[in-house]
Each structure stands twice: as structure tokens, then as C-alpha cells.
């Protein structure tokens, strides 16, 4: 079981940058791959990154690579996502999910969700 809590989110300008943090429970965090999906309104919840459980791969949405950086410090047991150049369709809520792996967008876990408000 791993329980996952997001932070950090909240209202930025245009071309501003946000770091969402995801704080993970359990002791099998540092076996788990992990991702950042988020969920605009009126639209299906998307992929945006995943990085494997030692942090040595990457994957990114095209709609944030670039922008965007994922990492993991499993002796702190977190997951962040580094966001720059925001645009205002980055707006929604973000979360934290552990997945099947890096490669693949099945979750086993979802955190509870922060929203990110984009203003232009």
C-alpha cells in the first residue's frame, strides 16, 4: 500500500514556474515507478510525466517536455515536478500516481490531487 500527498500547487502568471512536491508512505516507494498526471475541467484526466523507481528514466507528455522536469528522492520517499515557462492550458489538478512502471500510464496509486491555476 502507498499513500501519496501532493503540495505546492497554487495561481502563477503566465511564464511563471511552480515545483510540485509528492510525499509518499509506505516502504515500497523506492520500488515503485511514479508519475505526475493532471485533469483539466471538462476534460479526461492525462499523462504529463513518469520517472522509473531509481530515477535513471525519464518520460514526458509533448505537451510539458521541455517545460517540465521529474525526480525522485527515494531516502525521502518524494516525487517532484519541476514546471517552468506555464502556460494557461496547464491549468487543472495535478497528481501524484504510482504506476506499473515508467513505461506505461496504468496506475496503482493516486495521490488526492492539487490544483495549479495558470492566469494570463
Known amino acids: 500500500q502507498v499513500q501519496l500527498v501532493e503540495s505546492g500547487g497554487g495561481l502563477v502568471q503566465a511564464g511563471g514556474s511552480l515545483r510540485l512536491s509528492c510525499a509518499a508512505s509506505?516502504?515500497?516507494?523506492?520500488?515503485?515507478?511514479m508519475g505526475w498526471f493532471r485533469q483539466a475541467p471538462g476534460k479526461e484526466r492525462e499523462f504529463v510525466a513518469a520517472?522509473?523507481?531509481?530515477?535513471?528514466?525519464?518520460r514526458y507528455s509533448d505537451s510539458v517536455r521541455g517545460r517540465s522536469t521529474i525526480s525522485r528522492d527515494n531516502a525521502k520517499n518524494t516525487v517532484d515536478l519541476q514546471m517552468n515557462s506555464l502556460k494557461p492550458e496547464d491549468t487543472a489538478v495535478y497528481y501524484c500516481?504510482?504506476?506499473?512502471?515508467?513505461?506505461?500510464?496504468?496506475?496503482?496509486?493516486w495521490g488526492q490531487g492539487t490544483q495549479v491555476t495558470v492566469s494570463s
Open positions: 520517472i522509473s523507481w531509481n530515477g535513471g528514466s525519464t
Open positions: 500516481a504510482a504506476i506499473f512502471s515508467y513505461l506505461s500510464n496504468t496506475v496503482n496509486y
Open positions: 509506505g516502504r515500497t516507494f523506492s520500488s515503485k515507478a
